[in-house]
């Protein structure tokens, strides 16, 4: 009798440690899934690049944190989706489309978007794109410049999505050069 509680005792035990260690792993797996599934980059504690959000993740952008979504798409990009303002401003959360050129981005386009970020305080900001390629040079190029981040450091969140093309590449070494910062993009 005794034997018999000590190995339902035992058993449970082993029950119990199974589902606790199963719950961690569904935790730490649920915990690396991207909230926005385009190229989604963490590049700092409050700016975040991505591609194209979908209907459903737009309609949810307070919900994932965000006060601020900057959008450097033109409206013709890949995947645009012709409702996004309204359906991130009616979240509550503020939206600005920058349509910057693909093949032509400009001074003034970075200047504009330096403007905004600068205003945004300690706000939470999305900055997408078609794919994460525009956003992702901006807003390394926002944090070599304006938050004085290791270029680096910054250009990390750069290469986890793309290898920037020859005129990405001199669009952005023509910011740091305004801004005399000695570095090279790779």
Not at 65 to 83: H, R
Not at 167 to 183: K, P
Request: aromatic share 10%.
């Amino acid at each position: 009798m005794e034997n018999t509680l000590r190995q339902s005792y035992s058993m449970r035990i082993i029950v119990s440690l199974c589902a606790l260690l199963l719950s961690t792993i569904s935790i730490n797996v649920i915990a690396q899934v991207s909230p926005l599934a385009v190229n989604y980059v963490v590049a700092s504690e409050r700016l975040h690049t991505s591609g194209q959000p979908d209907t459903v993740q737009l309609s949810s952008i307070a919900d994932l944190g965000f006060e601020l979504v900057i959008n450097l798409a033109t409206p013709t990009s890949q995947n645009a989706v012709p409702t996004e303002g309204q359906l991130i401003t009616a979240t509550g959360v503020s939206y600005l489309n920058i349509p910057v050129d693909w093949r032509h981005p400009t001074y003034d386009d970075f200047e504009f978007f330096s403007g905004v970020l600068n205003q945004s305080g300690n706000r939470q900001v999305l900055i997408h794109c078609a794919l994460n390629f525009r956003a992702s040079m901006f807003t390394f190029l926002y944090r070599v410049v304006h938050e004085k981040t290791l270029p680096e450091d910054a250009f990390r969140s750069v290469a986890q999505v793309w290898d920037p093309e020859e005129h990405w590449v001199e669009f952005g070494q023509m910011v740091l050069d305004r801004y005399q910062i000695d570095y090279e993009i790779p």
